[in-house]
């Protein structure tokens, strides 16, 4: 059984910064497809980003298109969500999520992915 925990979150200003990491235990994560996805209180959770397996193909949100960058190292096995000028909006709890099931269509859906850590918390303060 494969967990992912996530670490990095925090409490930072508005247009500051923050850098996610994703480290999953149980097993090599190399051949999937990675993806982040935040729940804020009161809402759904959503799509923040998605890295193919062999890190050649990346996906974004609107919302957050041009302030984070989602990366992966398989020899550290380690993903990653770089966030810059973060905004009060992005306030939430981020999950990392692992495997596809149906392919790259399906990445920006939270019921196909098999793994999911436990969430780290991010508050931007305005």
């Known amino acids: 059984q494969v967990q992912l925990v996530e670490s990095g979150g925090g409490l930072v200003q508005a247009g500051g910064s923050l850098r996610l990491s994703c480290v999953p235990s149980?097993?090599?994560?190399?051949?999937?497809?990675m993806g982040w996805f935040r729940q804020a209180p009161g809402k759904e959770r959503e799509f923040v980003a998605a890295i193919s397996w062999s890190g050649d193909i990346s996906d974004y949100a609107d919302s957050v298109k041009g302030r984070f960058t989602i990366s992966r190292d398989n020899a550290k096995n380690t993903a990653y969500l770089q966030m810059n000028s973060l905004e009060p909006e992005d306030t939430a709890v981020y999950y990392c999520?692992?495997?596809?099931?149906?392919?790259?269509?399906?990445?920006?859906?939270?019921?196909?992915?098999?793994?999911w850590g436990q969430g780290t918390q991010v508050t931007v303060s305005s």
């Open positions: 999520a692992g495997n596809i099931r149906g392919g790259w269509g399906g990445r920006t859906l939270p019921d196909r992915y098999n793994y």
């Open positions: 149980g097993r090599t994560f190399r051949s999937y497809t």
